[in-house]
């Protein structure tokens, strides 16, 4: 995503992306000093509550835009784009103007979902770069490695603003070892599948509402700010994510554990929820 922003922006630039969105976005296009139009996100009745509103998002375009920035399933909502929806946007922007499909919770989504991988498009779409990570499903978060799929042309420029040795040897073996075990993969999407279905029917009895989501986790309505929510369970050894900082105070990102992992939060949020 730096590397994007290192290539095609510049302070007379702008870049685009969605109300409630990663946070590197406006960091990534802070830091090059380029400009950033932020597009509202959906409403919360909407079928994707909060989540990115493409006919928005096309409005924000415009000849100084350079780049839109686009998480898909997103970071922290979990809501998602739909095939023809996102397939019809890539096609009205502009080819002058690079469109990144954040794609680095992926390996979750289920087919019913209707949510594509972007990579097929690349043959269709010169202008588009597809951004993946190992840091998710494949569980190699500390080694900070990940990966982006593009045209040629657009991986030549993007080659010249890399420092030479920005992945180290042993992220590189890990990296390849993980694609090679599907089975791990496999796994590790079937215990996600059964947390989330935990965490739902929890919420579903406690009352609370949550966002649809195609990630590793969800985002819950708490009744009360979440940072609060955030810090009890803090004191009880619970990690959450408060999401204030992304626009949704009342919200909680609660991130898909291990059995015993998501037993110990359920306990000490039901506890925290009736103190």
Request: proline residues 6%; negative net charge; hydrophobic residues 45%.
């Given at each position: 995503?730096?590397?994007?922003?290192?290539?095609?922006?510049?302070?007379?630039?702008?870049?685009?992306?969605?109300?409630?969105?990663?946070?590197?976005?406006?960091?990534?296009?802070?830091?090059?000093?380029?400009?950033?139009?932020?597009?509202?996100?959906?409403?919360?009745?909407?079928?994707?509550?909060?989540?990115?509103?493409?006919?928005?998002?096309?409005?924000r375009v415009n000849e100084r835009t350079r780049?839109?920035?686009?998480?898909?399933?997103?970071?922290?909502?979990?809501?998602?784009?739909?095939?023809?929806?996102?397939?019809?946007?890539?096609?009205?922007?502009?080819?002058?103007?690079?469109?990144?499909?954040?794609?680095?919770?992926?390996?979750?989504?289920?087919?019913?979902?209707?949510?594509?991988?972007?990579?097929?498009?690349?043959?269709?779409?010169?202008?588009?770069?597809?951004?993946?990570?190992?840091?998710?499903?494949?569980?190699?978060?500390?080694?900070?490695?990940?990966?982006?799929?593009?045209?040629?042309?657009?991986?030549?420029?993007?080659?010249?603003?890399?420092?030479?040795?920005?992945?180290?040897?042993?992220?590189?073996?890990?990296?390849?070892?993980?694609?090679?075990?599907?089975?791990?993969?496999?796994?590790?999407?079937?215990?996600?599948?059964?947390?989330?279905?935990?965490?739902?029917?929890?919420?579903?009895?406690?009352?609370?509402?949550?966002?649809?989501?195609?990630?590793?986790?969800?985002?819950?309505?708490?009744?009360?700010?979440?940072?609060?929510?955030?810090?009890?369970?803090?004191?009880?050894?619970?990690?959450?994510?408060?999401?204030?900082?992304?626009?949704?105070?009342?919200?909680?990102?609660?991130?898909?554990?291990?059995?015993?992992?998501?037993?110990?939060?359920?306990?000490?949020?039901?506890?925290?929820?009736?103190?």
């Open positions: 995503l730096e590397l994007v922003a290192r290539a095609f922006l510049t302070s007379e630039h702008e870049a685009v992306f969605s109300e409630h969105a990663f946070a590197v976005y406006p960091i990534v296009t802070q830091a090059i000093g380029a400009t950033a139009r932020i597009a509202k996100a959906n409403p919360p009745d909407h079928e994707m509550p909060y989540g990115h509103d493409l006919d928005a998002m096309r409005a780049v839109i920035f686009i998480a898909n399933p997103n970071n922290p909502t979990g809501t998602w784009l739909k095939t023809a929806a996102l397939e019809g946007f890539l096609k009205a922007v502009p080819e002058s103007v690079i469109v990144v499909l954040d794609e680095a919770y992926f390996e979750y989504v289920e087919p019913a979902m209707d949510c594509p991988n972007a990579l097929r498009w690349l043959d269709r779409f010169p202008n588009l770069v597809v951004t993946r990570t190992f840091s998710k499903a494949y569980g190699l978060a500390g080694l900070r490695v990940g990966y982006a799929v593009s045209s040629p042309p657009v991986a030549d420029l993007l080659n010249r603003v890399r420092e030479p040795f920005n992945v180290n040897s042993l992220a590189l073996v890990a990296a390849t070892a993980a694609l090679e075990d599907e089975a791990h993969l496999a796994r590790g999407k079937a215990v996600n599948r059964d947390g989330l279905a935990r965490l739902t029917v929890f919420c579903r009895q406690r009352g609370l509402a949550w966002l649809p989501s195609a990630g590793n986790f969800l985002c819950v309505e708490v009744g009360r700010p979440g940072r609060e929510v955030f810090l009890e369970l803090l004191k009880r050894g619970v990690i959450t994510r408060p999401v204030d900082n992304y626009g949704l105070p009342r919200f909680l990102r609660i991130s898909i554990g291990t059995e015993a992992e998501n037993a110990r939060l359920l306990d000490a949020l039901g506890d925290v929820l009736d103190g």
